[in-house]
């Protein structure tokens, strides 16, 4: 019995196989977002090339906040739920990429009572792959036991156990299918679609993290500034239970902490944490505030040097 290993003929023409599978695709999606685009550059000719061009991403960004945005028959949410369901990963970065603003507009809307059947597609989309990828399995992670002693500190008592048990604590607990969209399950599931934008955050371009703070905000304060102008409009704050604020959080703390050198993110994710934090106190949610002010406090840290030591680093002027 033969097997090819991952050098061999048979293998390279696989992979050459698949990758002209995949630029096929990309080239097929364009072809497809240009017909409701009023334009696409030329330079865009691959899924990297869609996912980072301004030009698309701007003009995207405003069909989706049109007025008639998000209904069933809108050939714009069309084109992103086929194109998530597309097998070229690529191509689902790039609808990943909007998937700050079809949650911020959907959850935005929710009150309109308007048709949202075209964005509760995408959504489901999102949800049902991560389930499928999740395969019944939560999103835990293993918490040291302070009662343990470690290279960094002994317990305070002895605990005479022939083994640790691991300390888990679940970050998404386990998935039910969904196939619809129902009040009880929205959080829920546009809380996943964000934890699965999260799980690929770093290969987002900054203006769709930008656009992600753009809507925290006004999901917490319910002040929307509008375009080209200086004035704003106040809609209806919304729910923001816990499965909607983790995630939003993990993004934030991103905005706020990550490698990426854009002052302009730093100072939006900033103002959004602080608005969601002052939502906390004014819904007196005791866990939301702890959360919220735990960022804050991180944020504050990494500003200021002084405050950001590393305790288990050796203080090298008390070293003999």
Same mark, same amino acid.
């Not at 809307?109 to 389930?131: D, M, N, P, Q, W």
């Given at each position: ?31 497809? #977002? ?46 992103? @739920? ?8 690529? #191509? ?13 507009? @959907? ?19 999102? @949800? ?10 939560? &999103? ?143 819904? &007196?949610?005791?866990?939301? &505030? ?23 680093? &050796? ?6």
């Amino acid at each position: 019995m033969s097997s090819s290993n991952p050098g061999s003929p048979s293998a390279t023409a696989t992979s050459s196989s698949s990758a002209s599978s995949f630029s096929s695709k990309a080239h097929s999606c364009i072809q497809a #977002l240009s017909s409701i685009l009023s334009t696409v550059p030329s330079s865009v000719s691959s899924s990297s090339s869609l996912l980072h061009d301004p030009t698309v991403s701007s003009q995207i960004s405003t069909l989706l906040r049109e007025p008639d945005s998000g209904s069933g028959d809108n050939d714009l949410c069309r084109w992103l @739920y086929d194109t998530f369901h597309s097998p070229d990963p690529e #191509l689902k970065l790039v609808v990943l990429r909007f998937v700050p603003i079809v949650a911020g507009i @959907y959850l935005s809307r929710i009150a309109s009572r308007k048709s949202l059947a075209g964005f509760e597609a995408i959504l489901l989309a999102l @949800y049902a792959h991560e389930t499928t990828a999740r395969d019944g399995q939560p &999103i835990s992670v293993n918490v040291p036991d302070l009662t343990q002693p470690s290279i960094y500190h002994e317990a305070k008592s002895s605990v005479k156990t022939q083994a640790t048990e691991l300390n888990l604590a679940v970050i998404s607990p386990t998935l039910e299918p969904h196939g619809t969209m129902r009040s009880s399950r929205r959080a829920r599931i546009v809380g996943v679609a964000l934890e699965l934008y999260y799980s690929k955050i770093s290969q987002m371009p900054v203006s769709s993290k930008l656009e992600f703070c753009e809507f925290c905000d006004i999901w917490a304060t319910g002040i929307q500034n509008k375009p080209s102008s200086s004035s704003s409009s106040k809609q209806k704050t919304i729910l923001l239970p816990w499965e909607l604020l983790q995630p939003s959080l993990r993004i934030l703390g991103h905005c706020l902490l990550g490698a990426h050198k854009s002052k302009k993110l730093y100072e939006a994710a900033s103002m959004a944490t602080k608005s969601l934090y002052e939502r906390s106190l004014h819904d &007196i949610d005791a866990k939301a &505030i702890l959360a919220t002010s735990s960022l804050l406090r991180l944020e504050k840290m990494a500003l200021d040097p002084k405050l950001n030591v590393d305790h288990t680093e &050796i203080d090298m002027s008390l070293a003999l």
